[in-house]
């Protein structure tokens, strides 16, 4: 009987486990990764991606979790419209800076997330960018929890503000350094996601 | 000196054009002057990019390309003589250049868009380099002119097509095809051209150009334009006329062909 028992709590106890592990999908239409940087030392020109995909997962009980961001990079827009002949838009995706073609993607995927107290404060993770890879750390602003508004309740959510920031030649994008485009890039993420 | 060495005119310009004149003056005299281009490129690969290969992209490829064609060009000067097969051979390592380069990206793409752009570019290189190698590498004037219009042609057509460090690549090279030109019209003779010259400034030209279609907004038929480029400068040229004049006057021919290639690569 000690035995069974045991064995019992051995094969339960990582299901337990695993239990309390919530996954969330990204929600693609409310999750926006912005980025800001220096032009020509006048200004700061901003910048987003119109729209990320990807899951997280949250471990409360260990306090630590995962994130997935995959950002299609042709998607991005700066607001330059159409008053120049060719748009910086258009500039922003060639090799010059993005390389679109080349690499349609960027990823950010961290295996680790600080807590504080309840609530996530850093994701410790890397950032693939040009099919380079180098660590990056999001600061958590502004996060909760809790049932999705519109659905009665009935979908789960969480979300908030991801803030962080790297330097755009440490991943081969180099053009307009040293004087006319800045390299540090800072990164402002809103996003959220639907418990699965 | 960092602001003058950050601007673009300077990167792409000024710092290949006077690198690639220095290279002409001191190895002209070893049937080396043609390495210009090759100088010349390498200065604006230097401060607009640096010399990093990994991840191997496209671009990275291009530069790869264009650092090690000298030395073939130099095997080919030195160590045979100048031949139709040659020519044939080279149009063809230009086409598989091409296709090294462009192919992983293209054909990702549909299969109709993939043949069009894969095939432009190699159509492309192989004219350029085939007829650089044939009727070009022997006559330093004429080589030196073609270099001038395609490297400026390439250069603002990329720049017109959303990309400026391909623009500046192609400047670089029209920079150092213009330094082997001047020290030849200020001279008043001929120095050795060859594939040395030839073979770097129609393959670096011809796939920063095809770049520029498959990775920004050039379309496939201005790129044909730009690949006839050289043969404005085998257009005829008054023989006793004097060697800066008829520098003048095939670059002007190369120049038009270019012209008309940055008029389609216009944006509308």
């Known amino acids: 009987m000690t035995r069974l028992t045991t064995g019992l709590i051995a094969i339960m106890l990582p299901l337990a486990a695993a239990a309390q592990v919530e996954s969330y999908a990204i929600d693609p239409h409310h999750t926006v990764p912005y980025w800001e940087t220096n032009y020509l030392n006048f200004a700061t020109m901003r910048g987003r991606f119109d729209s990320a995909t990807g899951m997280f997962t949250l471990d409360r009980a260990a306090r630590t979790g995962t994130l997935e961001i995959t950002i299609q990079t042709a998607n991005l827009s700066t607001g330059a419209g159409r008053t120049l002949k060719r748009t910086r838009d258009e500039h922003l995706r060639t090799p010059d800076f993005f390389n679109v073609v080349e690499f349609p993607t960027m990823t950010y995927s961290a295996k680790s997330v600080k807590f504080k107290g309840d609530d996530p404060e850093v994701i410790e993770g890397s950032l693939t960018l040009l099919g380079v890879t180098n660590p990056v750390a999001l600061k958590v602003e502004r996060w909760r929890c809790g049932p999705d508004p519109r659905t009665a309740g009935k979908i789960y959510m969480c979300g908030g503000n991801a803030t962080g920031s790297f330097k755009r030649s440490d991943f081969g994008m180099k053009f307009g350094l040293p004087t006319a485009i800045g390299d540090e890039v800072s990164l402002w993420i809103s996003f959220f996601g639907f418990r699965q | 000196m960092e602001e003058i060495f950050g601007h673009p005119a300077v990167q792409g310009g000024v710092a290949p054009f006077v690198v690639g004149l220095i290279v002409v003056l001191l190895l002209q005299s070893l049937r080396l002057g043609g390495l210009a281009v090759v100088a010349a490129f390498a200065t604006a690969v230097y401060f607009v990019a640096g010399f990093t290969f990994t991840p191997l992209t496209a671009t990275r490829k291009i530069i790869l390309?264009?650092?090690?064609?000298?030395?073939?060009?130099?095997?080919?000067?030195?160590?045979?003589?100048?031949?139709?097969?040659?020519?044939?051979?080279?149009?063809?390592?230009?086409?598989?250049?091409?296709?090294?380069?462009?192919?992983?990206?293209?054909?990702?793409?549909?299969?109709?868009?993939?043949?069009?752009?894969?095939?432009?570019?190699?159509?492309?290189?192989?004219?350029?380099?085939?007829?650089?190698?044939?009727?070009?590498?022997?006559?330093?004037?004429?080589?030196?002119?073609?270099?001038?219009?395609?490297?400026?042609?390439?250069?603002?057509?990329?720049?017109?097509?959303?990309?400026?460090?391909?623009?500046?690549?192609?400047?670089?090279?029209?920079?150092?095809?213009?330094?082997?030109?001047?020290?030849?019209?200020?001279?008043?003779?001929?120095?050795?051209?060859?594939?040395?010259?030839?073979?770097?400034?129609?393959?670096?030209?011809?796939?920063?150009?095809?770049?520029?279609?498959?990775?920004?907004?050039?379309?496939?038929?201005a790129l044909l334009v730009i690949a006839l480029v050289p043969v404005g400068a085998r257009l005829p040229v008054p023989e006793k006329a004097p060697l800066w004049l008829q520098a003048v006057l095939l670059s002007l021919y190369s120049l038009s062909i270019a012209a008309v290639a940055c008029a389609l690569a216009w944006p509308t």
Do not use: N
């Open chain 2, 65 to 221: 390309l264009g650092l090690f064609s000298p030395v073939i060009g130099i095997l080919a000067d030195f160590a045979f003589k100048p031949t139709r097969i040659g020519a044939a051979v080279f149009a063809l390592a230009g086409a598989a250049a091409a296709l090294w380069v462009f192919w992983p990206v293209v054909s990702q793409k549909d299969a109709a868009e993939a043949w069009l752009l894969g095939g432009t570019a190699a159509v492309t290189v192989a004219f350029m380099v085939g007829f650089g190698q044939m009727f070009l590498a022997e006559h330093a004037v004429r080589a030196g002119s073609a270099g001038l219009g395609v490297g400026l042609g390439v250069g603002i057509a990329s720049i017109l097509s959303a990309t400026a460090t391909y623009g500046l690549y192609g400047i670089a090279v029209c920079a150092g095809a213009g330094g082997f030109l001047l020290v030849q019209m200020i001279r008043g003779k001929t120095i050795a051209a060859g594939a040395t010259f030839t073979l770097p400034a129609m393959l670096i030209a011809g796939l920063v150009g095809a770049g520029a279609m498959v990775l920004a907004k050039l379309p496939w038929y």
